[in-house]
């Protein structure tokens, strides 16, 4: 059984800090990673994506892969109240398209 | 990213009813997904809609409960039959366009059952 692990939180961080997500899989196979971000009500939307170790940065966004470890983090700097929300790690399935989400991590920004 | 249309967007049902939800995308994909949120919860997959062929379905879903239709590569549609309080959740379509596993997501039906 794949599984995808996340802290459920609530992460409570004060704005305009560094928020610290974190996430294991178990699969040592995989090789794509995705975050995204679901309001309260609203559908998940994709925020990144990335597939090899290192370090991918999109903006405020910096998702970091460490495949010896098994872990996938997202790292938010310079938080902002509208970044409230849960954030879902998701891995394929057996290298397909299928994705496994994690439970996700509530976090909250505080103004 | 995919345009995505989901209907209805919400819905209140009776108990032993049924609901087909359709999922419309603006370009043609080669992956469709329906997976359940229930509440609270994370994502489970449901199905992967195949275009002209039977759905393939995950571990604890049937057919005769969540039949899916695929006419083609724009459009899927996911039925809950039968349908009893604890299928109560979110159903999400979700598409893969660049069959590079990015899954983008249509905004969901919130089911609720009576």
């Known amino acids: 059984q794949k599984e995808v692990e996340q802290n459920s939180g609530p992460l409570s961080v004060p704005e305009g800090a560094i928020a610290s997500l974190n996430c294991t899989y178990s699969?040592?196979?995989?090789?794509?990673f995705f975050w995204y971000r679901q309001y309260s009500g609203k559908s998940p939307e994709l925020i990144m994506s990335?597939?090899?170790?290192g370090d991918k940065e999109d903006g405020r966004f910096t998702a970091q892969l460490n495949k010896a470890s098994q872990y996938v983090s997202l790292l938010i700097r310079d938080s902002q109240p509208s970044d409230s929300a849960t954030y879902l790690c998701?891995?394929?399935?057996?290298?397909?398209?299928?994705?496994?989400f994690g439970s996700g991590t509530r976090l909250l920004v505080r103004p | 990213s995919a345009v995505i249309s989901q209907k209805p967007s919400r819905d209140i049902c009776q108990r032993g009813t049924s609901l087909t939800i359709q999922c419309q995308v603006d370009?043609?994909?080669?992956?469709m997904f329906w997976y359940r949120q229930q509440p609270g919860q994370s994502l489970t997959l449901i199905a992967t809609?195949?275009?002209?062929?039977?759905?393939?379905?995950e571990s604890g879903f049937v057919i005769d409960k969540f039949p899916i239709s695929r006419p083609n590569l724009t459009f899927s549609t996911l039925t809950v039959s039968n349908m009893s309080p604890e299928d109560s959740s979110i159903y999400l379509c979700?598409?893969?366009?660049?069959?590079?596993?990015?899954?983008?997501f249509g905004q969901g039906t919130r089911l609720t059952v009576v």
């Open positions: 979700s598409v893969d366009r660049q069959s590079n596993t990015e899954a983008f």
């Open positions: 699969d040592r196979g995989s090789q794509s």
């Open positions: 990335i597939y090899s170790n």
């Open positions: 998701a891995v394929p399935m057996d290298s397909s398209y299928k994705l496994i």
């Open positions: 370009s043609q994909v080669t992956m």
């Open positions: 809609a195949n275009q002209g062929s039977e759905a393939t379905y």
